[in-house]
């Protein structure tokens, strides 16, 4: 009989995510486990030509952006601006928006979320679709994968569009048949 390896079930330091599809890396710096939920900090590596992700927010979550390299391109609330190395950037609870990179090299950027609440498995289940090609060509999985994640992560991620009530009601009607064709709101990288 074959030894099947045991799943690690909590994020660690220095554990780095790596995604394909849309050219992010992130390494773990401080854990919900090392901060006691207080705060998540990573560390986000934006490559060369990296995607701009969709654009969300977080109803009950701050998050703070300090770049150390090359130039971030955020849009908050609408507005967009370029951050460059030693700038740094507030994201207010429930503020829409994205950020991508925006230079010709590579971007790096601490970034902190506080509170920690399950960021780093959506992060985790996130890259780990991505990493088992799991995702379409802009990172994100398809209706029923969707619909399980959202309904699992709604204190930590939401979408802008489309609107809210619509959203609520088609995933109560798509994470029961997604759960059930065996979609899971938890994927940890391979």
Known sequence: MTDIPKLRDV???????RNPVTGQDLVFRRTTADTGGEVLEVESIWHKNADEPVEHFHPSQEEQFEVTAGR???RVDGGDRVLSAGDTLTVP??????????????????????????TERFFET????ADAGEVGKNGV?????????????????RLTKPPRPL???VFAV???IGRLLGRRAYRPPS
């Open 11 to 17: 994020a660690t330091a220095g554990q780095i995510l």
């Open 72 to 74: 971030l391109g955020a």
């Open 93 to 118: 609870a429930g503020t829409p928006h994205a950020m991508w990179n925006a230079s010709d090299g590579e971007t790096r950027a601490i970034w902190e979320t506080r509170p920690a609440l399950k």
């Open 126 to 129: 996130a890259w780990g679709l």
């Open 141 to 157: 999985p398809g209706p029923l994968q969707l619909a399980v994640m959202m309904r699992e992560y709604d204190a930590e991620f």
């Open 167 to 169: 959203q609520v009601a």
């Open 174 to 176: 798509l994470a029961p």
